[in-house]
């Protein structure tokens, strides 16, 4: 489980390494303080402590210093070659690697950058805006910088998939709430916006928040095509059925990457907002999950790594109470890119072969990102990897909602993406995969230990391994990026006093054998359905992957994906169409009644030529995503136009207020600025506790996000995974906070 903390560090020099060779598992012991990990490859990683920065060739298990000219406040990889780093010191000069720790340059001194873009398809091109809110530009991986203007408060490069626009092209928000775009590296701008409080862009998307002077009505305006994205006609107002009399105060970008865009509306609650997926334009929005759990701007919504389509959430079920510590949680799970919500199957058993007995509806309910920051980091949330293909790591309890109390909760896993669960361990551990799941290894967070557990197949075992003789206060356990190694990283503080300690557990001794054919299994993803086309989103999808009970190495690179084929659609194809709501009756398999929300016009839109056709929503719309094909039928019912073009109404109904927004994202790294950004205190916490990269807990997870706030406009920014998919938040309210980078899992 990936928790990175920028907590500044104390280096111990003593070290002590030694081996236990009756299980083949050798143990390393440093003590260092870490303050950060970046992988530069899949066995070399560079680690952050206070008085400079280490280095290690063989997945974390032994670190040499490598540099120690002073702490280091963080550090940026290229996305282009990841061997070039740029390591920022506020109050002195930056170093810069470009052969992964090898040999360092002095970079020249610029400040803290509370915003730092790097570019996705030039090499060491970077874009910075300082405290003081100068734009700088390097070339060379910030050796070197370049001043263009000041008075910006948020930008980003412009680029596109074909790579042909000029170099040096980039947006910006001024201090004039202007947004423009420069294609000539800052010599000139073109403003395609007035009023505009903030914009997050992402690998597919550009989201501008937008503020109506008239009214001070917010608006998010959205461009789905990158290539056009300097043309103010290519934005389209985002719609949402909320109704005039409703306020939303933010809307927290979620996920884009799907078929969907998830947004996250927060409209007053402290607890709670709405969660809204768009149709495959972009901009239409229905409601898919009322009252998630939201804590500033963060949402307990998690997809599952590699598969399309399945997402867990927490929905709050007293919502009309509205009180953090009294809110009332129960986990969901949905198969189908939120057109159909369950709760989840809880296991009969427990981890030691007793019945469970549980009295009224009883379901198993997990922590998400928001009680994991409420409980400072002891409840771990859910967590999964696309190279450990539908298995799942969460701690929870059984009963009819989450228990408040961390003793209650146990770990949990599923096998089969979130379908059925079987309790790991008694009590809250941490977690990590290695070997693709093929290696589960946790420690407890409640207490001090000084042994973790394992697992060899994918726990149907559990094993334990004493790797100190003093316990530790555990923080974290990471593996390199990928989770497909066999080396894992435990950080934590030793129980006896202050030292803190970075440990190498190698599990490559273990096996000699490496998997053959007869090894794997063909694995389908499904929600359960009482049929044997086992289709999630329109189409089966065979998975091959390592036996539960192989006992060899999983030397495959990614899980390898046998064969795709499409179904027929049925009614899990299909959710509410825009205008329309869901009763929401969580019962698998039964119809929910696709409601209107509001009065919608059936009429002939006003431009309609007598002889052609104009269409009316029957309720239902295909699934983002989906691409089943013939089987149940619910697309919107062809009509012809009327042949008197005075029987043509003068325009179309409108019942929808389209409401927009405004950019914050809320970290923790994701995203907790997404999460928690007044708080000077926390947020030095947060940013450490999280992700592959300096600030992330579970990299992997599209969850969380890095945050950037904006004193006057309000603007926050979540990176929650390197595919920026993470939690990214527009405000209306103004936020007073210096950035914040959570990547959950990148």
């Known amino acids: 489980m990936r928790r990175e903390l920028p907590i500044i560090a104390t280096l111990f020099l003593s070290l002590l390494q030694f081996s236990l060779a009756q299980d083949n598992i050798k143990i390393t012991y440093n003590y260092i303080r870490l303050a950060g990990i970046l992988w530069t490859n899949q066995t070399t990683a560079l680690m952050l402590a206070d008085n400079g920065v280490y280095r290690s060739v063989d997945e974390g298990q032994n670190w040499a210093f490598v540099n120690g000219s002073g702490a280091t406040y963080d550090f940026y990889q290229d996305n282009s070659d990841k061997n070039k780093v740029l390591l920022l010191r506020p109050g002195s000069n930056n170093l810069v690697t470009l052969d992964g720790g090898i040999t360092f340059l002095q970079g020249e001194q610029?400040?803290?950058?509370?915003?730092?873009?790097?570019?996705?398809?030039?090499?060491?091109?970077?874009?910075?805006?300082?405290?003081?809110?100068?734009?700088?530009?390097?070339?060379?991986?910030?050796?070197?910088?370049?001043?263009?203007?000041?008075?910006?408060?948020?930008?980003?490069?412009?680029?596109?998939?074909?790579?042909?626009?000029?170099?040096?092209?980039?947006?910006?928000?001024?201090?004039?709430?202007?947004?423009?775009?420069?294609?000539?590296g800052g010599a000139t701008f073109t403003t395609l916006f007035n009023t505009a409080v903030g914009f997050i862009k992402t690998d597919d998307y550009l989201y501008v928040g937008l503020l109506d002077e008239e009214d001070d009505d917010l608006m998010l305006k959205i461009c789905t095509n990158d290539a056009n994205s300097a043309d103010p006609n290519s934005y389209r107002l985002a719609e949402f059925p909320f109704g005039d009399e409703v306020s939303q105060n933010?809307?927290?970008?979620?996920?884009?990457?799907?078929?969907?865009?998830?947004?996250?509306?927060?409209?007053?609650?402290?607890?709670w907002g709405g969660l809204y997926t768009s149709g495959p334009l972009g901009y239409q929005y229905v409601l898919a999950l009322p009252h998630t759990a939201n804590l500033g701007g963060l949402y307990d919504l998690t997809s599952v790594g590699g598969l399309n389509g399945i997402h867990l959430a927490n929905n709050v079920t007293n919502w009309e109470a509205d009180r953090r510590n009294n809110a009332d949680l129960r986990t969901h799970i949905t198969f189908d890119n939120g057109g159909e919500w369950r709760t989840l199957q809880a296991p009969s058993f427990d981890s030691t072969g007793q019945p469970i007995s549980c009295t009224g509806a009883c379901s198993l309910h997990l922590n998400g990102l928001t009680t994991y920051f409420l409980s400072a980091g002891s409840a771990t949330f859910f967590y999964s990897t696309e190279n450990a293909i539908g298995l799942i790591l969460a701690t929870g309890n059984i009963g009819t909602s989450l228990a408040k109390i961390g003793s209650q909760y146990n770990t949990y896993m599923s096998r089969d993406a979130g379908l059925t669960w079987v309790e790991l361990l008694q009590g809250p551990y941490v977690y990590e995969f290695g070997d693709h799941g093929g290696i589960i290894i946790g420690a407890r967070t409640d207490q001090a230990t000084n042994v973790v557990m394992y697992s060899l197949d994918e726990g149907k075992t559990i094993n334990y391994k004493t790797f100190s003789s003093k316990s530790v206060y555990v923080d974290n356990i990471l593996s390199e990026p990928s989770a497909t190694g066999r080396k894992f990283i435990l950080y934590g503080t030793e129980a006896t006093g202050t030292k803190?300690?970075?440990?190498?557990?190698?599990?490559?001794?273990?096996?000699?054998?490496?998997?053959?054919?007869?090894?794997?299994?063909?694995?389908?993803?499904?929600?359960?359905?009482?049929?044997?086309?086992?289709c999630l989103l329109g189409q089966n999808v065979v998975y091959s992957r390592k036996k539960q009970t192989a006992q060899c190495f999983n030397d495959r690179q990614t899980e390898h994906l046998l064969s795709q084929s499409i179904c027929e659609c049925t009614y899990e194809d299909w959710e509410c169409d825009f205008g329309y709501q869901s009763t929401f009756n969580n019962i698998p398999g039964t119809q929910e009644v696709c409601a209107l929300s509001g009065p919608i016009a059936a009429d002939p839109p006003a431009n309609c030529p007598s002889g052609t056709t104009y269409y009316v929503s029957r309720g239902y719309r295909k699934v983002p995503g989906d691409v089943c094909t013939g089987g149940l039928d619910l697309s919107p019912i062809a009509k012809q136009c009327p042949t008197d073009p005075n029987t043509q109404p003068s325009g179309s109904k409108k019942w929808i207020a389209v409401v927009v927004v405004v950019v914050v994202l809320v970290v923790a790294f994701v995203g907790i600025g997404i999460f928690i950004y007044n708080n000077d205190e926390l947020k030095e916490k947060i940013s450490g506790w999280f992700g592959r990269s300096s600030q992330s807990q579970y990299s992997r997870l599209n969850a969380g996000g890095s945050l950037v706030g904006d004193s006057e406009f309000g603007i926050a920014e979540n990176d929650l995974s390197d595919d920026e998919e993470d939690a990214q938040v527009l405000h209306d309210n103004d936020i007073a906070s210096k950035a914040d980078d959570f990547n959950p899992r990148s």
């Open 500 to 534: 803190h300690v970075v440990i190498g557990i190698d599990f490559s001794g273990v096996y000699e054998a490496t998997c053959t054919e007869d090894d794997y299994e063909e694995w389908s993803p499904y929600d359960g359905r009482a049929n044997q086309q086992q």
């Open 110 to 184: 610029t400040g803290n950058l509370p915003r730092l873009d790097i570019h996705e398809q030039l090499s060491g091109w970077l874009l910075g805006v300082t405290n003081e809110r100068r734009v700088l530009m390097s070339r060379d991986m910030g050796q070197t910088w370049d001043y263009i203007f000041t008075g910006a408060t948020n930008v980003a490069w412009y680029t596109n998939d074909s790579g042909n626009l000029p170099a040096g092209s980039f947006f910006a928000i001024d201090n004039y709430k202007h947004f423009n775009v420069s294609t000539d």
């Open 250 to 271: 933010s809307f927290s970008i979620l996920d884009d990457d799907a078929g969907a865009i998830w947004i996250g509306v927060n409209t007053g609650a402290n607890t």
